[in-house]
């Protein structure tokens, strides 16, 4: 071998070397850049992740909220009417003073509940305003027979004017002991004649307010007072407590 080739041989194997040490480097400085990739899509995807973290805690933290939000405006609304008789739309009355039970049309429309009757005959006593009356019944209307025809007498606690097509009509208004099922209350009546009507008795939300409840598809929830002191017509001994009119 010459000097010549020696020296061509030495060039040959320090270009190799140099080839791969810069491959060598390439490769190297790749491996760098795809750890820095890796490394930022590592603290991006933990970066999400604690976003989701944040986002679920959110939402339960919600849910939690909204549960014992429900939680209390049901509470709220059972304490409202915690202490509230629920009614039908018609039902049972007892009139404990006059001495016979009734049946009434339950109706929060109507102001003032009212009392059918009939004769209704002003008085003084004692210097005070009263009025002698009968009840307004017909053959239909359930009630203590012995009680139809009687008197009944209360004083007048107010007057109120009703404006009809016939003109302006005074009404009397009396308070009388009124039995519902558990209720035991004194009501203001309103008397006038409802004997063409279904109910000779109409309870009012004045009634009603604060102590009752009304479920319309519901009737007579409470069952007839007893009077011992009177004796049932036939037609009321043939009808049962949860008979429909």
């Not at 109507?110 to 009356?133: H, K, M, P, Y």
Request: with cysteine.
């Amino acid at each position: 071998m010459t000097a010549a080739q020696f020296e061509s041989g030495i060039q040959r194997l320090e270009s190799n070397l140099a080839a791969r040490c810069e491959n060598q480097s390439q490769l190297l400085s790749m491996q760098r850049m795809e750890q820095r990739t890796l490394t930022a899509d590592v603290r991006e995807v933990g970066s999400l992740l604690r976003g989701l973290r944040g986002d679920i805690a959110a939402l339960d933290d919600n849910d939690d909220k909204q549960a014992t939000q429900v939680v209390t405006e049901c509470l709220a609304a059972d304490d409202r009417l915690a202490n509230k008789e629920l009614l039908g739309r018609s039902e049972w009355i007892g009139l404990p003073n006059v001495g016979t039970y009734l049946q009434a049309r339950v109706d929060s429309g109507a102001d003032t509940s009212s009392l059918s009757a009939r004769e209704i005959t002003s008085f003084e006593r004692d210097g005070e305003d009263w009025v002698r009356f009968k009840l307004g019944l017909d053959d239909d209307d359930s009630a203590v027979d012995t009680i139809r025809d009687s008197w009944v007498e209360a004083p007048v606690e107010r007057r109120v004017r009703i404006e009809q097509a016939t003109g302006e009509e005074s009404r009397p208004v009396i308070k009388l002991l009124m039995t519902l099922g558990p209720i035991r209350e004194t009501v203001e009546f309103t008397l006038t004649d409802r004997a063409h009507l279904d109910y000779p008795v109409l309870l009012g939300r004045h009634f009603l307010m604060d102590i009752a409840i009304i479920d319309v598809a519901e009737d007579f929830l409470h069952g007839r007072p007893d009077f011992p002191r009177g004796s049932e017509s036939s037609d009321d001994a043939d009808q049962t407590e949860d008979e429909t009119p």
